[in-house]
């Protein structure tokens, strides 16, 4: 798996305590002013007076952090931050702003260096990717048109037919969303063809897609993939897993967001949830319990990613502020 591109570095703290997380807030400046809100991530080797100087970067162009997080981990001589901030766009123009950023970055040697400007930039655009399940990918289209996810939706694919009638394919009519229909087998994943219809997004969303993406198809891509799984597994495998769990009795259900790579299910968490059931239960509630969590953690998954929240940390972890 690519480990997220848009992802943020952060900054640096003299006279620490070790494997701390900080959570700094500042004074807001007034509202009634026209400034723009900025977020700024960092991740470098550690060093005396990163936080210094990112806060100077920022006040210096008569920016003002409004809260940072800083994330220093115990024995590893790395920095994590990520920085909220306001400033006004006529003094600090968007351009000078990402060479301020990029002199900070040569000056720590960071690994990572991230500056966003929601209200001037881009958004984020997705393509998803979806099956016959249709909870988490209605979910996202919902979310989309209120603006609970900062997105463009490019297109939906599936291996699944939607007839025209459909609630799926009506909605996507209305708003000009491409839907493509890649019938798949054992054979031919239709990963190609899947590849020039995502070559311009940003990243992917798998919406409850099962299919398994290949090691040749993510290197191609080269950007983040983002899936969703209940959180049965791994003991209740195959078909219908809620049912399964449902009948074992189990107590305690969950959905994990997480980043593809090449291993099943295996790639970086980003978000898990969970819920108690009980034996007030029946199918349908236990059901919809784990259709409701999986749908929360994907959508909370993307709007972390989309706000730079979201790091990578050694190999297989995240940091996410």
């Known amino acids: 798996m690519a480990m997220a591109r848009r992802v943020p570095q952060l900054v640096g703290l003299a006279n620490r305590n070790r494997n701390r997380n900080r959570n700094m807030s500042f004074k807001s400046l007034d509202p009634s002013s026209s400034l723009t809100h900025g977020i700024h991530v960092f991740y470098c080797p550690d060093a005396v007076g990163i936080v210094a100087k990112l806060s100077d970067c920022i006040a210096s162009r008569g920016g003002n952090i409004l809260a940072a997080d800083v994330f220093v981990p115990e024995n590893k001589q790395v920095f994590y931050s990520r920085s909220d901030f306001v400033f006004d766009p006529v003094k600090w123009p968007r351009v000078q702003m990402e060479e301020d950023f990029l002199k900070l970055s040569q000056t720590f040697n960071a690994v990572r260096s991230v500056v966003r400007v929601p209200a ?9 990717l979806a099956s016959k399940q249709d909870h988490c990918l209605v979910d996202l289209l919902h979310g989309w048109q209120d603006g609970r996810l900062p997105v463009d939706i490019t297109c939906v694919i599936s291996n699944h037919h939607r007839g025209s009638n459909t609630h799926v394919i009506r909605f996507l009519e209305r708003h000009d969303i491409p839907y493509h229909y890649l019938c798949t087998t054992k054979e031919n994943k239709r990963e190609g063809e899947i590849l020039q219809l995502v070559q311009n997004t940003d990243f992917l969303v798998l919406a409850r897609y099962m299919q398994i993406l290949s090691g040749n ?22 078909g219908n897993p809620s049912k399964q769990a449902f009948e074992s009795g189990v107590k305690l259900i969950g959905a994990t967001s997480h980043f593809v790579t090449e291993e099943l299910d295996a790639g970086p968490i980003i978000e898990q949830m969970v819920e108690r059931v009980s034996h007030r239960d029946n199918l349908q509630s236990f059901v919809q319990k784990s259709e409701n969590l999986e749908k929360q953690c994907l959508s909370k998954a993307i709007r972390s990613y989309c706000e730079l929240r979201v790091l990578p940390y050694e190999e297989k972890k995240t940091v996410v502020f």
Request: aromatic share 12%; proline share 6%; charged share 20%.
């Open 217 to 238: 198809f993510l290197r191609s891509y080269g950007n983040d993939v983002i899936n969703i799984h209940h959180g049965l597994l791994p003991s209740f495998k195959g």
């Open 120 to 128: 001037l930039d881009p958004k984020y655009k997705i393509a998803v």
